[in-house]
C-alpha cells in the first residue's frame, strides 16, 4: 500500500514538472545560439562598400600582394628590433605551403588517379590567389596612409614586407611614429613598377 502511494505522488509531482514546459514530450525547447544572440544585439558597421573593417583588409590585401605591376619590399629584422636588410620583391613572397596542385584528390573509383588522367575531385578549396595550401602565420594592417605592412618571423629572423622602401637609417619619424621612405628607393620602385606595367599592358595585347 505504502508503495502504491508513493508511486501515485511520484507520478502527479513529474506531472506537475512537466506542465507549462516542452521537455517531457520529446520536442526540446527552440533557442538561439550566442552568435545569434550577438548578431541581434551588436550589428557589426559596414562601409560604402558593404563590407565590415575584416572583410576590407583582407579584400585589400589580396590587391596589393597579387599585383603583377607592384613592387613589395621585405626588410628582415633582428632580434633587437633593427632593420639589417632590405630588398626589393617581385611580385609577392610566397610561402613554401602554397601549392598549385592539390594533396588530397580521388577518381570516381575512389582512388587515387594516376598521372593525372581523367577526372578527379578534392577537399581543398582553392585560394583567392589561384593556390592550394596556406601561408606561414603572420599579421597584416594598413597605416592611416593606406601603406601595407605585413609581420612574421622565419629562421630566427622577423620580417616586414611593406609596399614601400622604409628607410634602414632613420626608419621612424619622430613626429607622427610612421615609417619614413627612402626617396631614392622608391623613385626607384616607381620606375620599375611603370616598366611592369608596360609589359603587362604588351602582353595583352597580343
Known sequence: MYR??????????????????SDCDGVPQKSTSGAEQVKSIIRVPKNHKGL???????????????????????HLIS????????????NKVT???????????MNDQYNYPSAGIGS????????????????????????????????????????????????????IDKITGLYQVQKEALEWQKKQEEELRAKESATHKK
Open 4 to 21: 502504491k502511494m508513493m508511486s501515485v505522488l511520484l507520478v502527479g509531482l513529474i506531472g506537475f514538472l512537466c506542465m507549462g514546459t
Open 120 to 171: 578527379w575531385e578534392t577537399d581543398e578549396f582553392i585560394q583567392p590567389d589561384g593556390t592550394y595550401g596556406d601561408s606561414d602565420s603572420y599579421i597584416f594592417w594598413f597605416d592611416t596612409m593606406g601603406r601595407y605592412h605585413q609581420w612574421g618571423t622565419a629562421g630566427g629572423l622577423g620580417y616586414l614586407i611593406t609596399d614601400y622602401p622604409i628607410n634602414l637609417e632613420n626608419p
Open 95 to 105: 610561402s613554401s605551403g602554397k601549392r598549385l596542385e592539390p594533396r588530397h584528390v
Open 52 to 74: 565590415t573593417v575584416e572583410q576590407q583588409n583582407i579584400s585589400d590585401r589580396i590587391r596589393v600582394t597579387t599585383d603583377p605591376t607592384k613592387v613589395l619590399w621585405i
Open 79 to 90: 632580434l633587437d628590433g633593427n632593420i639589417i636588410k632590405r630588398m626589393p620583391v617581385r
